[in-house]
């Protein structure tokens, strides 16, 4: 952590060491926790990174995953079950609409969105209409619908060219349309990142808050910290990555990728087992 470049970032470390059991460790999933693939079912948490947060999660007040995946799908993915050392990991999907608690092994949420329903049976024809209905991948997601243009032979190309008619369709229904690294997902508005973190770090009545992001969706938990900061509240915030620019200037801290989150995540387990 020898890298932090801003004082906020380092008030925000000395407050998680000086007292730990009152920090939140709050982290995405996807380029953060586990690497971008261009397949989004194929991708897994980083090696290590479950065992770092096993080693982590006994000395804080919690360890929350923040997703736009389903609550169980990340739980899947990340192989967080049943994990000695994670019996309290909270993992908020869909940026907080759905909740899994390792305590109980359930998923709390309320009714999807009906607009979700209509985009998903409009998306066809608007991405051939588009010319991209073949060389893009349509996720499901329950509670939205994520298009992914990494597959494309032109994957910037085909972002551009979907960002207009995809946010017309996303509002006609009722849904906002979240960009991210080649891909834009459509889903109910009022939900994010930020609120997520800002509710449950109240929740915990945490006293400090470390968050990891790697792309746009992770702004809002950026902004929550930053607020947090001025009631307060200290904070870390770590980017995983560069590709980002607008995340990676407001990060006290940036490393490439989840192999140095795990590495990060693991030296920070390591200096509170010895304080």
Do not use: C, N
């Not at 060389?135 to 972002?159: L, W």
């Not at 060219?161 to 979240?178: F, Q």
């Not at 940036?254 to 795990?262: D, I, N």
């Amino acid at each position: 952590m020898d890298a932090i470049r801003t004082a906020a970032g380092r008030d925000g470390l000395a407050a998680i060491v000086a007292r730990p059991s009152r920090a939140v460790i709050a982290l995405d999933f996807d380029g953060t926790l586990a690497p971008i693939v261009p397949d989004p079912e194929q991708a897994r948490a980083q090696p290590g990174a479950v065992a770092a947060l096993a080693a982590l999660a006994p000395h804080v007040a919690s360890v929350a995953v923040i997703t736009g995946r389903p609550a169980g799908v990340a739980v899947r993915l990340g192989d967080f079950a049943g994990v000695p050392g994670l019996e309290h990991l909270v993992v908020l999907g869909h940026y907080g609409a759905e909740r899994w608690d390792a305590v109980t092994g359930t998923v709390h949420a309320p009714a999807p969105h009906p607009g979700v329903a209509s985009v998903r049976s409009a998306l066809p024809g608007v991405l051939a209409e588009a010319g991209l209905w073949h060389d893009t991948y349509v996720e499901e997601k329950g509670r939205a619908v994520a298009v992914h243009t990494r597959r494309a032979a032109d994957p910037q190309g085909a972002f551009e060219t979907l960002k207009r008619p995809l946010s017309d369709l996303a509002a006609r229904h009722g849904l906002v349309v979240e960009p991210g690294r080649m891909v834009l997902e459509l889903r109910p508005p009022g939900v994010d990142k930020g609120v997520a973190l800002t509710e449950y770090v109240r929740e915990v009545g945490a006293e400090s808050v470390l968050y990891a992001g790697d792309d746009l969706g992770d702004l809002p938990a950026y902004a929550a910290v930053e607020k947090l900061r001025s009631d307060g509240v200290p904070g870390l915030l770590i980017s995983s990555g560069t590709e980002i620019p607008d995340l990676t200037d407001r990060a006290d801290l940036s490393v490439p990728g989840p192999p140095e989150v795990v590495a990060l995540l693991t030296d920070l387990s390591r200096t509170l087992s010895t304080t």
